[in-house]
């Protein structure tokens, strides 16, 4: 296989021009999902914020108006192809140069605060989040995955028992999801991270809200889990905005590691309804 | 459950009648104040200060909008998630603020301040930020412009569409609502 060269300066315009797409629309298994909620919502309360959510899609869509006014810490997920040759500048520069373009240029907030104790905005919501993969190719993936603080705020990460098996891993998320309540935006999407090491699990939990919305886990095993978990989440009654309803969650998705025989680390990452991401391949 | 519309400053007979889970389409003149912004209002109580927006009956929104295009009142602005200001809330009440726009549930500490203050909690949805952006006809920075987003800022809005999320009497529409779906 021959080198492939790729320009920083494509990547930075590449990075600015989904920052601002993520922003403004929702992809279409998110919208799905959210207009399948809309119909099957019991609660009067609960249809009402599912037909202002599905309103504000498409005000945002159509007027290039960002869904949420919390447009989130840029977090960019990057599977490098080890025959990729980036040219005319570092990576990690271009991806924050794309950031900084997509933000100012899209009227997006910057949320990002230069010292998490003494503060200070960085200005341009720089620096993105980068998750860098090196893979087998010639080619670069780039998934740009805004997210915001509110249902960050609500993920968890535990050190549990391996004792405590997959009754804990249920107990873990549902306890959780009930105590967040309305604050991370239900419907919510529900990442979990089985396995690894204290950083590798909260990774994972994260790189699940990346799955399609509908598509089903390649293991059996975990895919009844995801679906059991699911209906968990769902009967805790949280539903819309926390006001009560039937669909608290759109998906539970799992994503799993080795893990060591003596750890059983547990993390479960929120998405709120507006779940924003969009894909590339340079 | 009820309907409302009211206009701000907020009087305390219209607070006594909301109840949790009523809509009210409000209009009028609403403060927008975040973390930062509640801080620096304590810390201007603590010291004896006057602070730089009026308190009685007025209403504080829980939001950071996003900057404002070019040929609009403002950016999206939805609420940001209330429990974070639960910690500045009761001193604010206790001064004479009579209602808050946010998401999610508040603690004892603020249910309490709200019952003896009789003042009123509203959520406004979630992430339907650029749906809301249209409520709000004007919006001017009054405070602590160097707080960008977390600015203080005064709001115009015309039929702001909330719900009554915690009443003056105690109740709370998340727990009264959940419990009904719960299996």
């Given at each position: 296989m021959t080198v492939r060269e790729v320009k920083a300066a494509r990547i930075a315009e590449e990075v600015a021009r989904l920052c601002m797409e993520a922003n403004f629309e929702l992809e279409d298994d998110v919208q799905k999902a959210l207009e399948k909620a809309h119909a099957g919502e019991e609660s009067e309360a609960g249809r009402e914020v599912m037909r202002q959510i599905l309103e504000n899609s498409g005000i945002a869509r159509a007027e290039r108006m960002?869904?949420?006014?919390?447009?989130?810490?840029?977090v960019i997920f990057v599977e490098l192809g080890q025959e990729v040759h980036i040219t005319g500048g570092g990576f990690e520069d271009a991806v924050n140069e794309g950031v900084r373009k997509g933000y100012t240029d899209g009227y997006?907030?910057?949320?990002?605060?230069?010292?998490?104790?003494r503060g200070g905005n960085?200005?341009?919501?720089?620096p993105a989040v980068i998750h860098l993969a090196l893979v087998p190719g010639d080619s670069l993936k780039l998934w740009v995955v805004p997210k915001g603080g509110g249902s960050e705020n609500m993920s968890r990460v535990a050190m549990m028992?391996?004792?405590?098996?997959v009754e804990g891993i249920k107990k873990f998320v549902v306890e959780n999801i009930r105590a967040a309540g309305g604050n991370p935006c239900p419907p919510i999407i529900v990442g979990v991270g089985i396995g690894g090491t204290f950083e590798r699990c909260a990774f994972l939990a994260k790189k699940a809200l990346l799955r399609e919305i509908g598509s089903v886990h390649h293991d059996p095993f975990y895919a009844a889990l995801e679906k059991e978990l699911l209906g968990l989440v769902n009967d805790t009654g949280v539903g819309p905005m926390g006001?009560?309803?039937?669909?608290?969650?759109l998906a539970v998705h799992i994503e799993t590691a080795p893990r060591h025989i003596a750890s059983f680390p547990v993390a479960m990452n929120v998405n709120c309804h507006a779940a924003r991401h969009k894909y590339i391949e340079l | 459950m009820a309907e409302y519309s009211l206009t701000t400053p907020l009087k305390d007979e219209e607070i006594r009648k909301l109840k949790a889970g009523d809509s009210v389409s409000l209009t009028g003149t609403v403060y927008t104040a975040r973390d930062a912004a509640h801080k620096r209002l304590v810390d201007l109580l603590d010291e004896g200060k006057p602070l730089p927006?009026?308190?009685?009956g007025q209403v504080i929104y829980y939001v950071g909008p996003s900057p404002t295009p070019p040929?609009?009142?403002?950016g999206s602005a939805g609420p940001t998630t209330s429990y974070r200001m639960d910690p500045y809330a009761p001193r604010l009440l206790d001064n004479g603020l009579k209602g808050m726009i946010g998401k999610g549930a508040r603690n004892e500490g603020v249910v309490e301040a709200m019952k003896r203050n009789t003042a009123v909690y509203f959520a406004a949805t979630g992430g339907a930020a650029a749906l809301i952006?249209?409520?709000?006809t004007a919006a001017e920075v009054v405070?602590?412009?160097?707080?960008?987003?977390e600015a203080i800022r005064k709001l115009t809005v015309k039929n702001f569409p909330l719900i009554v999320a915690q009443d003056c009497h105690g109740a709370n529409v998340y727990e009264e609502g959940q419990k009904k779906y719960r299996r």
């Open positions: 960002p869904i949420c006014q919390d447009t989130g810490l840029a997006l907030r910057k949320s990002s605060l230069a010292d998490p104790v960085t200005g341009d919501n720089t028992k391996p004792a405590d098996g006001l009560g309803g039937r669909v608290t969650a | 927006i009026p308190l009685e040929g609009r009142a403002i952006s249209r409520s709000i405070a602590y412009e160097d707080l960008g987003a």
